[in-house]
């Protein structure tokens, strides 16, 4: 593989713009296709705005080439990722619909948050070469990537696309067994289920469960992950706390009444400025902007 491999992005919307992004700022061409031509035709001016916003220099721009069409966008392309929505239907037909187009030997990726890779890869014959890499949003602020091998992929493709990940300077992880989630959504998913419950069983309200996480472990997580906090209290502890409140941790193996409540009652978060919490324009450009300058801010202070 090339020292600067080509890349295509089946996908111009929010992860794959900045999919994109990332790529071409790190010195690769990049070819982007998406079904929708008005995502298509923004997909350049949204990745020139971005690298605006983060203080970067436009030429990366030069290097995108926004392309109708999946068969125009594989071309040449060393590697291969999908950033579509996450309908299984939609992705198997993705995938073998590029194993008809793209390279032979051609890594074929998926950006699923969720979906195991073996379901999405269930009509592709070259299954050695197809793999997760589940980016998280924003791509170009967060730095990990898990990196997904399934039963069927071969551990070549898995060693060559960590090896791309880590010279685009990401922190890549090798997700060993493809299950549902992999490791980043099972945990924070079991995160939300507690604080979803804790709502529901009026505990306390949707503003004190997100104060309490971010103005208590919620600090520390960037440098203290879980585990270490667990040895630096002391295995010993962590098992007397464990036989008191596990019993007591919510279980349930289905969505949470009180969140199908706000979805049937049309309460969709910002997308209609209520959920857990009321939504107004300043409010969710303000939460979007802390976010944005925090994840900045962070990633200065560890990179020094």
């Known amino acids: 593989m090339p020292d600067k491999p080509n890349i295509a992005i089946i996908g111009a919307g929010l992860m794959g713009h900045g999919l994109a992004l990332v790529f071409a700022a790190g010195g690769h061409r990049v070819s982007i296709t998406d079904p929708f031509p008005k995502v298509l035709e923004t997909v350049k001016s949204r990745i020139a705005a971005t690298l605006a916003t983060l203080g970067h220099e436009p030429n990366a721009i030069a290097l995108v080439s926004a392309v109708p069409g999946l068969k125009s966008a594989v071309d040449g392309a060393e590697i291969v990722i999908e950033a579509v929505l996450e309908k299984l239907p939609l992705k198997q037909e993705i995938f073998a619909e590029l194993e008809r187009h793209a390279s032979p030997e051609a890594l074929l990726a998926s950006n699923t948050s969720v979906i195991p890779i073996g379901e999405i890869a269930a009509k592709v014959r070259s299954k050695h070469r197809v793999l997760g890499t589940h980016w998280w949003n924003p791509p170009y602020l967060v730095p990990l990537v898990e990196v997904i091998q399934a039963e069927t992929t071969d551990i070549a493709a898995v060693t060559r696309m960590m090896a791309l990940l880590k010279a685009l300077g ?107 919490k009321d939504w107004n324009d300043e409010k969710k450009n303000a939460l979007r902007g802390a976010v944005a300058s925090h994840l900045k801010m962070l990633n200065q202070l560890l990179d020094t």
């Not at 949707?206 to 667990?230: I, M, Q, W, Y």
């Open 170 to 276: 990401k922190v890549p992880v090798h997700v060993k067994k493809d299950i549902p989630g992999f490791v980043g959504n099972r945990l924070q998913h079991a995160l939300w289920r507690e604080a979803i419950a804790l709502v529901a069983d009026g505990v306390c309200d949707a503003e004190t469960v997100d104060l309490v996480v971010k103005s208590s472990f919620g600090r520390r997580l960037a440098v203290l992950g879980p585990l270490e906090n667990s040895d630096m209290v002391g295995t010993d502890l962590t098992l007397d706390i464990h036989e008191t409140i596990l019993k007591h941790l919510d279980r349930s193996e289905a969505p949470s009444p009180f969140l199908r409540s706000l979805v049937r009652n049309g309460k969709l978060g910002f997308k209609s400025n209520s959920g857990f």
